[in-house]
């Protein structure tokens, strides 16, 4: 495993792609380890769910015996020679559904306790997949799409929960049924017992063929619904220039051989669908004509009584039924395997980025940040190359440069969301490595480009600053975001629920949000990735002036483009490719006329453009201008 | 994507408006659909033969001890049940076949209907919504047209058929057994109701983890970064617990269940030897008929049990079904004209017509802009974000019809003009191309059938696009990705200017403000590009390339729906308004000084 750690991700996915999963098994079979311990640690429900079954199942065949009986007794009888009376047949009935109420008790039993142990097994699974998920690092999550992670996290866990649950209850059922009965029809006469488990077979093949092919031509189906979804989607998302250039037919056009294509697909999977039901009844009735031919011979030349034809007819359809149901627990066992693949694919991919082994512990740190020799790839192109540079605690240094240039690579460097490559990052002359992250992140406000905020209310979205923060640390945070002047337009001020199915903040409060919890976290160290770029020029300047006075004593690492924030740095670093290409003052870098200078007066010069256009007042722009 | 779209998943039952118009698609099928029903209507009689004919065997052959009709008995036998096996088979496919037509059709009408959708309709509208009609609520109906009716009908027809042969065989065994049917069946009902509201909760529980698993994904760098493991994992744990308990519950349903029927099964068998052997004593009943009841009332819970079943898929197609209709059902905002004809040929006239425009009732976003351009004539229109330029644009191409004023091309109102034949005319350069996962060919002609490849290489040529084009691993038959994702920014843009070549229209719209960086060699060859696309055409550009404005014969200036300049470039800049200010900003930034 140690060996495999950092492609770890990589590997499993290509597994994962291969369509048919024949390639199974390298990283898959033997790494069942953790549902294994789970099994083991309900074993004693499982075992004593298993000794229910087996008991049920062999009760379930004593009301056939009991009905041969009755059935001899009024045979003979009818005949003369018996002497069978009413109360006699109302014992061998309340035999039968004293027989059959001890078996619905262990059937239930045993169905609770067994599946119930899979959907706990289901619940402890699904939590430790959430806890590994929040502990993976960017790395994992450039790579891995949020849908196909929800749905380890939904579908794939219960496709292994039918498999540990109704699947394993249905496959012993069908063992001890198969034995049980054995045993049952061998006590009537070995001859027939003999025909009908030659029988069996057929019943059995002929399920696992159906199912299979059905679940294979189903697999095709959902393929192509996938593809529908997408022509749907791009066609829905590109509508104007569809419009645009009239090609509404074309369209359809494209849309109906897809649609098509579906309906072939389907028919397909019809053929076998269509098949399935004639084919169980036709299997079920099959054996009851085996045995009226064979066995009503046996009954008129003696070898048997009409009760034991009688009972033999009943065990069969007990045994059919019972195996009508394995060519179900085959398919949801094939899905159970790939599911338990998928779910240990992310549960076996380490955290590229975890804590030492052997934590120093960290109370406030001062805030001296110093970037050794780093170097930062991602795959094989590099991102931040040979970066040197120390932060005094207390300084503010801007990074500036053009999109792509490194800057939030440097940015994410301080609170381990990345590490380098090669070189170091140390907080108070300390390698950050050495920290553990909880220590080391309780250091950093910091505030991302896309900020991200929870469907929770506001204040507890703040509230991941500090939990135990009073009012006032609460009003603090918020004036100095400039939040508190949106409170009372947002119905429940700042208790109002946020996101899908709550309040939609605009893109400017939402940053802002982000900067209070941050402020709120009264951290040695802030880091802001561009944190106010979609706030309105005139609340960013009175941010930006508050936030002086906060950054006042605390390291402040800027990613930013107004000139405002640029002047008030005590230094600027400027990011080329990678590089720091020029560092210094601002007036120092203004005076040597570099790629600085150029930036800066791009930027004032949009600046006063900005300016002018929003002195006119500009109106809201409406959805179609968009 | 239907996981965070939580829609009210529960409709009626059963809604005779939505239900008829349902079966009128299964008008074109009626032939299948009757030779259906036919068909189970025997197969169910047949299913009850084997029984009988065992119920025969045992009282006629067995029990005196003949064998001579056995072998008889027993080819029926088999005869029956191939022929029950063929039939079934056959209804079976010929079911599942209309299922699909019904799919095809009804799905092939939604998208043309959408295709055919004004522009407004979609400003209104989410795309996932739109998808999720046309996959998941199709689907839906689908399941319910060729397995659940089927199925319903099957089993009613079974038990129905069971109960007849058993009045038949004994009526008054049969009405003892029927005191303890009745019951059974209200117990079902009431388990089937416990049982969907436990489903219903389990989906609402699993509805909520996505969202909340969505979330912890999407945020986690949040988590992490503010150590809010444990805070974030107590949300989750809510929510896993509560699909655990309803898990519970569900299972608890399904597990009393089992036991209901082994209990049938030995009550109505107690039964059948108490009452029904103790009359057999005196004659009154054959064994045959007791075997015959035993296992007729084994073939009994099933399709009752089935019934109640296939409730939950109802209700869900029938919510799907009132969603599709609502989207078929929504009108087209902007329809041809009645006489809409198209015009012999078109030059390339404008005209705005003293236009009033507005999405909403009364926010004017154009105010009485009139201008006229004359064919051939090159326009940039300048102005602040909002100002109403790419609206202007929209409305040149009807996607949307004004409400003061008019808009003619060639003298025509456009309105007179089909929309479709004007959309032709009119090419539109879209600011952030679409590009679908297709050929380059395919995207450049946007499958337009009409346009041959050599006319897709000369347009690609033409505009400069060819180079790069090339040098694709399968050059035009290079599959894009989807949005173009293996493509840059330039890259687009070029296959853009390409598609507005190929298709070769009169007047050309431009949308071309500013995007992300584009590298000075590719920049150069989109700049020449539009040169040649615009060459000969009556041209309309939004624009922010200096040099773009510079190319232009004439500059309108929109400022908050008003035309306020107009006028040529050094016009415009004697005059020092607000063109002459922008001018001289935009300039500073892209030469930057």
Known sequence: METRADGAWRDVATVALTPDGSTADIAGAASDRRIWRYLIQYRWQYISGFFALVTATVLALIPPLVVKYAVDDIEQTVRGSGDVTRSTLLSYGAIIVATAIVESVLRYYSR????????????????????????????????????????????????????????????????????????????IDVRLTLISFAYLPVVILSMAYFETNIEKRFFEVQEQLAELTERSQENVSGIRAIKAYAQEDAEIATFARENAEMRRRAMRLGQYQAGLLPTMMALTAGGTLLLLWFGGRDVVSGRISIGDFVQLSLVMSILATQLMSVGWVVASAQMGVVAIRRINEVLRTPAAIADPAHPEPLGRAEGRVEFRDVTVRFGQTPVLTGINLAIEAGATVAIVGATGQGKTTLANLVPRLVDPNEGAVLLDGRDIRSISLADLRRQVGFVPQESFLFSESLRENISYGRSDADDDAYHHALVTSQLSNDLEQLGDGIHTVIGERGTTLSGGQKQRAAIARALLKDPPILVLDDALSHVDTHTEEEILRRLRDFMEGRTTLVIAHRTSTLRAADRIVVLEDGRIAEEGAHHELLRRGGVYSRIYREQLALEQRQEDVEADLVEPVPEGER | MSFYEEEELIGKVYDRRIAGRLLSYLRPYRTQVVISVLLMLVVAGLELVPTLLVKYAIDEQITPGRTDQLGKVALLFLGTLLLGFMMRFVQMYLTWWVGQRFMVDLRMQLFSHIQHLSVSYFDRNPVGRLVTRLTGDIQQIEMVISQGIIQILTNLLMVTAIVVALYVLNWWLALIMTVFVVPLIFLVRLFAAAQRQAFRDQRMWMARINAYLNELITGVAIIQLFNRQRRNMEYFDQRNSGALEANLRVLFWYAVFEPTVVLFNAVTITAIIWVGGGASLDGAVSIGTLVAFISFMQRFFWPIRELSERYTMIQGAMASAERIFGVLDAPEEVVDSEGARPLAGVRGDIRFDHVWFAYEPENWVLKDVDFTIPAGQKVAIVGATGAGKSTTMALLSRFYDVQRGAILVDGEPIRDLPQRWLRRHVGVMLQDPWIVSDSVEENIRLRDTSISDEQVRAAAEAVGASKFIERLPDGYRTVLAERGANLSTGQKQLIALARVAAFNPEIVLVMDEATASIDPETEETIQSGLDRVMAGRTALIIAHRLNTIRAVDRIIVLHLGEVVEDGSHDELIAQGGIYARLYELQYQVQAGV
Do not use: C, K
């Open chain 1, 112 to 187: 609770r306790i067994v599946s119930g142990s899979a959907r706990h097994i289901e619940y402890h699974l699904r939590e430790d997949l959430a806890w590994h998920l929040l502990s993976l690092d960017q790395g994992f999550y450039v790579q891995a799409r949020t849908g196909d992670l929800m749905s380890r996290l939904t579908n794939d866990l219960q496709a292994v929960r039918d498999f540990i649950g109704p699947s394993v209850v249905d496959i012993s059922r069908s063992l001890v049924v198969l034995i049980a009965g054995f045993a049952f029809m061998l006590a």
